[in-house]
């Protein structure tokens, strides 16, 4: 019998099994508007965190211009592959992988783009609202402001020009 806490963090969305990694990679519409989003805001020598890292891949693009990414994944699995892989590509030395837990982490210092992508299929057991709010506590708590360009959010917002769409998500996410 599996303690609350437990039956908790194997919820789909908390632990994705490795398999579910190949099926995010290998979709394309999903991996190219996330680069492209990484790639309009991350600046040459940016501090980027990134919480739920999974293989790294996301982190990996902030680092084609970031100085230093700090990637924080729950499952130690996934730890052990995003590091491995990293360890293997060009950048791959400027993302530190931290085996954490997301609703707890911080990093060492302020950075200046958040990348989260908890999104479940159909929104189901999703943490990503949950997260990103206990995020931006924390981290006004800790650095104060300005909080991070957060991506998906944010960069919905700055390639969106309607202004009921704006106005609806700026406030959640500033
Ligand atoms: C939907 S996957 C996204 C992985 C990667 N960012 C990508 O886009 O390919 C979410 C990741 O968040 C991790 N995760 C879930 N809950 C977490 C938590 N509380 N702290 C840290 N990582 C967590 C999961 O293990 C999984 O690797």
Redesign the pocket.
Known sequence: MLTESEAEQSYL????PLQY?HS??MDANRMDN?KAAIDHVVFPGAKVL??????G??SWFAAGKAAKVYC????LE?VTEARKLLAKNPNGDKVHVIH????E?LPPEPVDVM?C????VAMLRE?QVE?VESFKRRYLEKFGGPLPIMIPTDSMVTKCDQPWFRSALSSESV
């Open positions: 969305g908390q632990f994705i990694h995010m990679l996330f990134e919480l739920g890292g999974g293989t891949v996301l924080v994944e729950m499952n996934m954490a837990n997301a609703f982490y990348i992508e908890m999104i479940h943490k997260l």
